[in-house]
């Protein structure tokens, strides 16, 4: 694959984006490297516990389910997280399973929006954002949406992995990439017809004579 076309038929290179994928699959692989520091697994619970303080009442039980369930194995839980970071990061630089990862990225994005971002709030008069996370699942959704207009992508390893393994596509691409097909051979009718006289073929009028 070369390239895409546009409405009005001209070509558009297909490296950007691709490089728009590998340098956000970059950004998360530096921000999975901080998850790795010490730093982060011996703050976890705390960040947590801090985005609750201050939100609303009806949030409460949200916050506190998670409490629960996290404070237990807030060390692994730790770990796991690095772990994913890591994995979507490499998946994203490498091209590989896109349609999985980017789903799956959004989903998790969304989670630590709502749990360690808490949502981007409490919203009062001193809030500066909405968190970074939401943005990264609009990043994700928008990478999905351009793969679907866009089809596969060249450099990448799913690029690859649709031309050995038929099934591929289902976990790669959006929508299955379209096969090329070789141009129909011509009727012999037509082919006898493209053919000039033996007359007007050099060398045959001089054997001829």
Do not use: N
Not at 22 to 32: N, Q, S
Not at 117 to 140: C, K, L, M, Q, R
Request: glycine share 8%; with cysteine; proline share 7%.
């Amino acid at each position: 694959m070369s390239g895409g076309k546009v409405a009005d038929g001209r070509c558009i290179a297909p490296w950007p984006k691709d490089a728009l994928r590998i340098t956000f699959g970059v950004i998360w692989l530096i921000d999975a490297a901080l998850k790795w520091l010490p730093g982060f697994r011996a703050s976890y619970m705390s960040v947590i516990m801090g985005q609750a303080a201050g939100q609303p009442g009806w949030l409460k039980p949200w916050f506190d389910f998670w409490f629960r369930v996290q404070h237990p194995d807030a060390i692994a839980l730790a770990y796991l997280v690095a772990v994913i970071e890591t994995l979507i990061a490499l998946a994203l630089i490498a091209g590989f399973a896109r349609k999985l990862t980017y789903s799956a990225a959004i989903g998790f994005s969304l989670l630590i929006w709502a749990t360690a971002e808490g949502f981007g709030g409490p919203y009062t008069s001193g809030s500066s954002d909405i968190g970074t996370a939401i943005i990264y699942a609009v990043v994700f959704a928008a990478l999905l949406a351009l793969s679907y207009y866009s089809g596969p992508a060249r450099y990448s390893v799913d690029y690859y992995l649709d031309q050995r393994i038929s099934w591929w596509w289902r976990i790669a691409e959006v929508r299955r990439p379209a096969v090329a097909q070789a141009p129909a051979p011509a009727p012999a009718s037509v082919t006898a017809a493209a053919q000039p006289p033996a007359a007007d073929v050099p060398g045959v009028l001089s054997r001829s004579a």
